[in-house]
């Protein structure tokens, strides 16, 4: 792959986690911010970021990316920008899109299997941090924002694509494969570069991370980030769904 306000609603309150047992919350503040951009001054700062990013690691396919993408702003999309809290400055940025108006864009390469394809999906693409000793904290605290976003949506699977060595890093997340053995393959929205396609069961993350005891287990469902805020613009939002019945999805078994 290469890539939350107070007002957080997948959080009922500041103290507890819906569908886990009401464990409760510890609070913690964050050196950055993490939101959802709104105009074009935000998506400006998340494009300046990722090209940063971008240019470090490939600086090819880093040209492409200097302004802003049509998908950026379209439907069933929201771009997510950290922001340091000393001086506004962007730090981290990724991108996030859900099958609802239309295929993931990792669907231009491929075809995904047919147990992916009634599922509501979110890809995550364009992840940028700086290279500040806060990066390795931005990484981790973008990805909770995106977990969350997928709670928020009703998101079953969270899927994406990896190149090398990014891939070992959603290894770690306990992301699996979803064609085992096939390996690495181009990818049109990344310049054509060999990636892994690696998926997650948003519904399974909690009983996965405990077993596992994963440090992601208490970032997540044992810590409030007042700071990570996946609240969206409504130009931004799916199509309104009927809820969910109560230990279902929400029962954080993912």
């Known amino acids: 792959m290469m890539s939350v306000s107070h007002s957080l609603s997948v959080l009922p309150s500041r103290k507890r986690f819906p569908?886990?047992?009401?464990?409760?919350?510890k609070e913690e503040s964050l050196p950055f911010t993490i939101r959802a951009v709104s105009?074009?001054?935000?998506?400006?700062?998340?494009?300046?970021?990722?090209?940063a990013a971008y240019k470090?690691?490939?600086?090819?396919?880093a040209e492409a990316l200097k302004t802003p993408e049509k998908l950026d702003s379209e439907q069933g999309?929201?771009?997510?920008?950290?922001?340091?809290?000393?001086?506004?400055?962007?730090?981290?940025?990724?991108?996030?899109?859900?099958?609802?108006?239309?295929?993931?864009?990792?669907?231009?390469?491929?075809?995904?299997?047919?147990?992916?394809?009634?599922?509501?999906?979110?890809?995550?693409?364009?992840?940028?941090?700086t290279q500040e000793r806060v990066g390795r904290m931005v990484t981790t605290a973008l990805f909770k924002a995106f977990f969350l976003y997928c709670r928020q949506q009703r998101v079953d699977w969270m899927v994406i694509t990896a190149r090398a060595p990014v891939d070992r890093h959603y290894d770690r997340l306990l992301?699996?494969?979803?064609y085992p053995g096939l390996g690495y393959i181009p990818f049109?929205?990344?310049?054509?570069?060999?990636?892994?396609?690696?998926?997650?069961?948003v519904n399974a993350a909690h009983d996965l991370w405990a077993a596992a005891e994963h440090p992601l287990f208490n970032f997540v469902f044992t810590t409030y980030h007042e700071d990570i805020n996946v609240s969206t613009p409504a130009?931004?939002?799916?199509?309104?769904?009927?809820?969910?019945?109560?230990?279902?999805?929400?029962?954080?078994?993912?």
């Not at 049109?188 to 998926?199: D, F, I, Q, T, Y």
């Not at 130009?235 to 993912?254: C, D, G, I, N, Y």
């Open 77 to 129: 999309v929201v771009v997510l920008l950290a922001e340091s809290k000393l001086d506004g400055s962007p730090i981290g940025t990724m991108r996030i899109q859900t099958n609802d108006f239309k295929p993931l864009t990792l669907e231009q390469s491929v075809t995904l299997p047919q147990w992916l394809s009634g599922p509501r999906l979110a890809e995550a693409t364009r992840l940028g941090v």
């Open 188 to 201: 049109k929205h990344v310049g054509n570069m060999p990636h892994r396609v690696m998926s997650f069961n």
């Open 56 to 61: 470090r690691h490939v600086p090819g396919f």
């Open 19 to 25: 569908g886990v047992n009401e464990i409760p919350m």
């Open 175 to 178: 992301f699996k494969d979803v």
């Open 39 to 51: 105009n074009a001054s935000d998506l400006e700062k998340a494009v300046l970021i990722r090209h």
């Open 235 to 254: 130009l931004h939002r799916r199509r309104p769904s009927p809820p969910l019945m109560a230990e279902q999805r929400f029962v954080m078994s993912a």
